[in-house]
Nanobody, 135 residues
Framework: QVQLVESGGGSVQPGGSLKLSCETS????????IAWFRQAPGREPEGVSC??????????YYADSVKDRFSVSRDLAKNTVYLQMNNLRPEATATYFCAARTEDPDRLFRHCDLWETQPERFGSRGQGTQVTVSS
C-alpha cells in the first residue's frame, strides 16, 4: 500500500515562504516519481512540480507559474520529498498534496512525462495540507 503524508502547510503573508513535506516509504521514493499538485476551492487540480525517482537523475519540473520561486527535492535518508515555496502569492492559496506515479499505463513509473497534462498517472496521493497566502 502506497502511503503519503503531507505536512508543513499554514498561513503566510504575500512574499513569505513555506516548506512542505511529503513523507512516504523508501520503496515509494525509489519506485515512483513524486509530483505536487494543488487545488483551490471550485477549481481543478493544478500541477505544481515533479521529481524523477532515479538516484542518478533527479530531474525536476515546475509549472510556469511557480518556476524560479518553488524548489522540489527529496531526502532518501528521511523518505521525504520537500517543496520549498518562496515569494508566495495570494493565488497560491490551495490544498497541496503529493502523489506517486503508480497508475502509468506505459510503466514510466519513475518519470515525470506528461505530469501536468495527465495527472491521473499519479494515482496515489496524500490527504493534503492547506496553504493560505493572505495579508
Amino acid at each position: 500500500q502506497v502511503q503519503l503524508v503531507e505536512s508543513g502547510g499554514g498561513s503566510v503573508q504575500p512574499g513569505g515562504s513555506l516548506k512542505l513535506s511529503c513523507e512516504t516509504s523508501e520503496f515509494v521514493l525509489r519506485a515512483y516519481a513524486i509530483a505536487w499538485f494543488r487545488q483551490a476551492p471550485g477549481r481543478e487540480p493544478e500541477g505544481v512540480s515533479c521529481i524523477r525517482s532515479y538516484s542518478y537523475d533527479e530531474t525536476t519540473y515546475y509549472a510556469d507559474s511557480v518556476k524560479d520561486r518553488f524548489s522540489v527535492s527529496r531526502d532518501l535518508a528521511k523518505n521525504t520529498v520537500y517543496l520549498q515555496m518562496n515569494n508566495l502569492r495570494p493565488e497560491a492559496t490551495a490544498t497541496y498534496f503529493c502523489a506517486a506515479r503508480t497508475e502509468d499505463p506505459d510503466r514510466l513509473f519513475r518519470h515525470c512525462d506528461l505530469w501536468e497534462t495527465q495527472p491521473e498517472r499519479f494515482g496515489s496521493r496524500g490527504q493534503g495540507t492547506q496553504v493560505t497566502v493572505s495579508s
